[in-house]
């Protein structure tokens, strides 16, 4: 699935990741269609993906941030 042209993950920053733009995402990915809305369901089946992901993260730390990679994927999604 390819991403549209003008996608950049920059567009991301920190805790600022909406709802709107996992909608957009969602489309993206063929799970919604124009018109239908985040249910709690698949919002919740995003922050489990999400948390796989950070779970893979945790493994690598910023020496400059003192982070994990872990931490900023949860920070985009606004899980501390």
């Excluded at 909608?23 to 993206?28: D, E, G, Q, R």
């Excluded at 919740?44 to 990679?69: F, N, P, Q, W």
């Amino acid at each position: 699935m390819p991403l549209p042209p003008d996608f950049k993950s920059s567009d991301f920053s920190i805790g600022s990741i909406s709802d709107t733009q996992l909608v957009n995402l969602a489309k993206l990915a063929g799970v919604l269609v124009e018109g239908e809305a985040l249910t709690p369901e698949l919002q919740e089946y995003t922050l489990l993906i999400m948390e796989k992901c950070a779970d893979v993260g945790d493994k690598y730390t910023s020496a400059k941030h003192g982070r994990t990679a872990g931490d900023e994927i949860r920070a985009l999604f606004g899980v501390y």
